[in-house]
């Protein structure tokens, strides 16, 4: 990046989300501290944020370890900056918080961080821009990074996605298909999810105001939060199909299959 170039660039914090558990992996270990060749799954966006020329700051949002780690959110704070963010260098993580009871409260928590800073010694980011991302994702990449930077510049909030190569149907409530839409227009979401900061930090704001007491929350990602609580258009960017989650022991297996490429 050029001289002229970093002069320009705003401020952007990655909000790394870390608070799985392995139920779906069956194992009793989280899936963010298993290992993929080698190293714990949650290294490999570390890694490429720690590189990476246009992110400056990372907040990262651990969850409890069920069976790896201890019996307390402290104890798995300790253990991620111990085990995680010390031993593999990250310095770029400034701040190491607990999640919450399902991804949105564990993403907003960030954006408190965000907000104020203050609590974790670190300066808030109310100008910049914020990159959002599932440590199960991990295949992320600088080209995506790049990517989605580029249209966030331009839109204000963009995801990363990809083409669905599946025909898609919506189904009734029995179970039946209802219809198909145009597979032309279906993109399967994916992160890094990526917005202007003052606007995904109020937009989460009024999303805990609103619903942080009742027991269904009306979105699933992020995108979900800006499209519900403001006018903005998030703009679909290519990620890669690669940029998988792993979800299932099967998962495992394609990623290590990719990691061999």
Known sequence: ?????????????????????????????????????????????????????????????????????????LDTLEYVRREIVEQYGFTKVDAIIPGGSERCWSVENAMAVLRDGTEYGRVPNRDGYVFIHDSARPFLTEQILRRTYETVQQYHACV????????????????FSASTPPRSRVWTIQTPQVF???????????????????????????????????????????????????????DIKIAEAFLEF
């Open 196 to 250: 202007d900061s003052a606007l995904i930090t109020e937009t989460y704001g009024r999303l805990r105001d609103q619903y942080l007491h009742t027991s269904q929350v009306p979105v699933t990602d992020d995108a979900s939060v800006v499209e519900l609580f403001s006018d903005v258009l998030v703009k679909l960017v290519e990620g890669s199909y690669q940029n998988i989650k792993i979800t299932t022991p099967e």
């Open 160 to 175: 990363a996605a990809m083409p669905s190569k599946d025909t898609v149907k919506l189904a009734d409530e029995e179970g």
């Open 1 to 73: 990046m050029s001289e002229e170039k970093a002069v320009q660039k705003k401020r952007c914090t990655a909000v790394i989300l870390a608070g799985g558990s392995g139920s779906r992996m069956h194992s009793d270990v989280a899936k963010q501290f298993m290992l993929l060749g080698g190293k714990p799954l949650l290294w490999y966006s570390l890694q490429v944020v720690q590189q990476s020329e246009i992110i400056d700051d990372c907040i990262l949002v651990a969850g409890k370890a069920d069976g790896a780690v201890g019996s307390s959110w």
